[in-house]
């Protein structure tokens, strides 16, 4: 009797340690990390940072998308080993994106949140797997936004997640558009933000990395997309960006991100929010 009373106990303590929302009211949740794991030394360093900071989640990239076939292409198995360890080591939640409808399930298994990336908002067969994946392993999902796509191919997407029914919280990320403009490397749509507030009810977060593609343009951006409405960012940061093999050029370093979540609070603050 006391033996199953324990059992029970257990497993409500740990289906309560799975019963987590990435995005909370009276919150602005912000995700931070490296673009890549590159190391177990620089995952641990970089997590460190990230849990002296008083966040939540912590990103990293183990199987990385890159535009040319000669980059970096992320560590693979071995970085989710990584990454599991860190968010164990320092109680922090894990964010990595999944490229292929193959290793989901793999990567399910490591992870607490599951994002698509932009390069892959319209492989629908992606989107199904993760949907079903992430409803039946309670995990997170974070939607990017494609480069290319509208408003409503992106909400389209969405709808590819949820097609099999059921309880999953979708958070959608806008990274930057392609326009004509070259000197950013995409251009941030904060107009999203409150378009996606009108159209759905679903979180949005933004990715100033990403979008303008140069660490001092990050801390400004973020703090318009907090003054906007957006729920939360994803940002890149490195303990040497100099020395990343992935993206250096956006990381904050250890300084640049508490300034930023310094910023970030002020804005925060004005809509009675805290940062996590
Ligand atoms: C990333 O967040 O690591 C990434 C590759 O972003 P995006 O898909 O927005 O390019
Ligand atoms: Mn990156």
Not at 8 to 19: F, P
Not at 40 to 49: F, N, P, S, Y
Not at 80 to 89: D, F, H, I, P, T
């Amino acid at each position: 009797m006391e033996k199953d009373k324990n059992n029970i106990d257990s497993l409500k303590k740990s289906a309560k340690q799975d019963d987590f929302k990435l995005i909370k009211d009276g919150y602005i949740t912000v995700i931070a990390g490296p673009c890549a794991i590159e190391s177990w030394e620089q995952l641990d360093a970089i997590a460190g940072i990230i849990k002296s900071c008083g966040l939540t989640f912590f990103r990293g990239g183990a199987y990385k998308p890159r535009t040319s076939p000669y980059s970096f292409q992320g560590l693979g198995h071995t970085g989710l080993e990584y990454l599991m360890k860190a968010g164990r080591k320092y109680n922090l939640k894990t964010v990595t994106e999944v490229t292929d409808a193959e290793t989901v399930e793999e990567i399910a298994r490591y992870v607490d949140v599951l994002q698509i990336g932009t390069r892959n908002m319209s492989n629908f067969a992606l989107l199904k797997k993760v949907g079903d994946v992430a409803r039946k392993r309670n995990k997170k999902v974070l939607l990017k936004r494609g480069w290319a796509a509208t408003i409503k191919e992106w909400l389209l997407a969405v709808e590819y997640i949820s097609s099999s029914g059921g309880d999953l919280e979708i958070v959608l990320c806008e990274r930057g558009i392609r326009t004509f403009e070259p000197y950013t490397r995409f251009t941030l749509d904060l107009s999203a933000v409150p378009v996606i507030k009108k159209l759905s009810k679903l979180p949005i977060i933004i990715d100033p990395s990403h979008a303008v593609g140069q660490s001092d343009l990050v801390i400004p951006m973020s703090r318009a997309a907090i003054a906007v409405g957006a729920d939360g960012l994803i940002v890149e940061v490195h303990n040497e960006p100099s020395k990343a093999l992935c993206d250096g050029q956006q990381a904050l370093n250890p300084k640049q991100t508490s300034e930023m979540l310094k910023q970030v609070s002020y804005i925060a603050n004005i809509f009675s929010k805290k940062v996590r």
